[in-house]
């Protein structure tokens, strides 16, 4: 079953999983396939505890366990499954790509944002604007001339 995982699951290039702290088991799919379905364990579980993940340093921990919270089961492991295709390695490789895409996710951290001035064609273009929006309501109002 574990030669099915690589040694590394390369997430970002300074997050690098270890194959062994990921488990991997398989059971059967539904969907179709026929008498197939009941017999072939085509479906792929993939289970990582990111808490106890050696993987990961401590604020990039911390700040996958607040983002995957919701996700992790009681024990704290984060459990996939993927039954998308009928064979079991494309399955295997499905929710290897789906961990790496969550956690690259969970990771992700916007850049600050610096703060700039307005350029003097934006600030114009906003008052001019404001200009045009005050004709308007003004030719509203009208004189009432009838």
């Known amino acids: 079953m574990a030669s099915r995982l690589p040694p590394f699951l390369e997430v970002t290039p300074r997050v690098r999983i270890p194959g062994w702290e990921l488990r991997l088991s398989y059971a059967t799919s539904s969907g179709p396939g026929g008498q197939n379905v009941n017999k072939v364990e085509s479906k792929a579980v993939l289970r990582w505890n990111p808490a106890a993940s050696g993987a990961l340093s401590r604020d990039d921990k911390a700040l996958a366990l607040a983002r995957l919270a919701t996700r992790l089961a009681s ?34 951290r916007a850049p600050a944002r610096r703060a700039t001035r307005p350029t003097r064609g934006s600030r114009e273009r906003r008052l001019s604007g404001k200009r045009r929006r005050g004709e308007v309501k003004r030719d509203r109002r009208g004189g009432g001339e009838d």
């Open 75 to 108: 024990d704290g492991d984060l459990v996939l499954a993927s039954d998308r295709h009928r064979d079991q390695p494309r399955n295997v490789e499905d929710v290897l790509e789906r961990l790496r895409d969550l956690l690259r996710t969970a990771l992700y």
